[in-house]
């Protein structure tokens, strides 16, 4: 009987691992076009990239084996317009907004497969959408103003709130991380700002120095605002006083705009239309250009995963440690090197993805870490 019992369970155990063997055969050699969601027991998951860095390998012990190559993919229904900014909803990645330049906002519920056509007078060059409810978005038409945008059963609510906006020409949105106040960059009047419990625009210039204002970014209790002449302000009290610093000398600056600032850690970012990206630490207190990276427009930094990816306009996204030199990210499948803002989609899938705006559609990579 014992002898029995010990055959049966060699047999069975002889059995289980050549079929893991078969399957594993099988399944290393697929490679996938996209990442799949996987139905598999918890097990030891092993991580690696082939030489030569064209995908990352997901190994579930012992039996499944899955490829997924860093190749740019087309979102479905975007090609042919061209696209100025992209917000996705922190609390649900699957909500996505993108702002289009003929008119008009996209919004996507699946974190970007397939998408809705909101219409707005007007190109949109800023959306943000509100952190504290995702079917909420407030969106900047250039010469039109801002609209609120709510998600309303098949149809989208909209409505313009400008009232009280000294300017209708705007470059930059941003929404405190609380969801209570809209900041709103403006072409030649500086910030304004307003709560959004009660729709009533104040100017916020008290301390800005240059009032072109062409980006705004939050950061850990801190605002930022980058203007033309190599400028970025600070604002530590919800914009009623700014510091301003000079990234780059007047006598070199020669009127460039800060498209984009972000922190990372103890540094500081600035992307710049004419000169690249910089950056400055607490212990330097200078701001010096980041190695890697082309003097190009650099339209949108932001901070992953210890790393910071950033935008080149007609070059692709760069991907940065802090206080290295930064490296491209591949650019294969990528149809459109004229690229403007980024946004990392995390919660879907086994990997996290980005999402890019072009001028010709929306693109996504999967990224390898």
Known sequence: MQHKLNLNLFTSIFAYCLGSALLLLITSSVTLAAPVSHSVPSQAVAVYRNAEFTGTT??????LTRHYPTVWHLSAGTAGH??????VCPVNPNIVYAGTGESGVYRSTDGGKSWEYWALEGRVTPVVVNPQNCDEAFAASWGQGVYRLRAQGGSPQVTNISMQLGESYLYA??????????YAGTATRGVYKTRLDEIGWVEANRGVAVQRIRSLGVGESVLYAGARECTVHFSDNNADLWTVEVIIEASSCDD??????????????????AQGLYWQTEESGAWSPVAGVPVAPVFDIQPYNERLLTSVY?????ACYPGEACSLLTTEGLGNLNIRMLRVVESLGPFPYVLLSTDDGIWWLSLPF
């Open 82 to 87: 061209r696209f100025y900014d992209i917000a």
């Open 173 to 182: 949105l941003e929404i405190s991380d609380g969801g209570d106040t809209l």
């Open 314 to 318: 007609g070059q692709g996204v760069y």
């Open 256 to 273: 460039d705009m800060v498209l984009a600032v972000a922190e990372a850690g103890a540094a500081r970012y600035a992307g710049l239309y």
């Open 58 to 63: 997901q190994i579930f012990l012992p039996v």
